[in-house]
């Protein structure tokens, strides 16, 4: 299952999980069926397409979703656990590029499979190409400790067999999504909000 969210949305120390039924995912648990969550804070859009549940234990939700909404309730309990869980699993992944890659990433560049880990508040720029190297489980996972940053027109593509739920970005700080950004995979702020621009396109999750 691919999820695209489009346009203006608006989310609040965010959790997204994604399942996708061809792909190597980890265990979402009651996530599963989500497109955005979070414990604490509020879920808004406007102009903007969702096509997953969404849930908030803390918050408001406005705006028009396909999905199921949750607020405050025994899904949104367990889905704090679910979450933390998740976290916990990318944030404990062998780095495989511990600070060797530079805060900005993209800008024509093609990178390969990994855990990449860079040390303060970074960003995506103009074109980054993701290339799984004909392995259609070639997992990316990118953690920036600090906020992250998706410049206006930036575009992830996915090539040799990637696929977007096996990409995750986690910062530790906000993100921030610029208009006509086209982002892949999925996204995941601890203890920040999360946002999207005009004429953004997500392929993928916000947590």
Known sequence: ?????????LLFILVFLPTTTFCQTLNFGVLDSFEGYTGA????????????????????ITG???????????????????LMKLYIHLYDLYVD??????????????ITPGVYSIPAAGSISGALTLDGG?????FFVIKFYGAMTV??????????GAQS?????????????????????T??????????????????RML
């Open 1 to 9: 299952m691919k999820t695209k969210i489009y346009s203006a949305a």
């Open 41 to 60: 804070g509020d879920i808004s859009h406007s102009g903007t397409l969702w096509t997953g549940d969404v849930g908030t234990h803390a918050g408001a």
């Open 64 to 82: 028009t979703y396909t999905g199921q909404s949750y607020t405050a309730d025994g899904v949104t309990d367990q889905s704090r656990l679910d």
């Open 97 to 110: 590029y511990p600070g060797t890659h530079k805060a900005i990433f993209g800008d024509g560049e093609t």
């Open 134 to 138: 004909g392995d259609p489980n070639a």
């Open 151 to 160: 410049d206006t027109g930036a575009e992830v593509t996915l090539t040799g």
């Open 165 to 185: 739920c096996n990409v995750f970005w986690i910062a530790e700080g906000a993100i921030s999504m610029g208009t006509f950004a086209y982002m892949k995979g």
């Open 187 to 204: 996204v995941i702020s601890h203890g920040a909000a999360c946002s999207m621009g005009a004429n953004g396109n997500l392929e993928g």
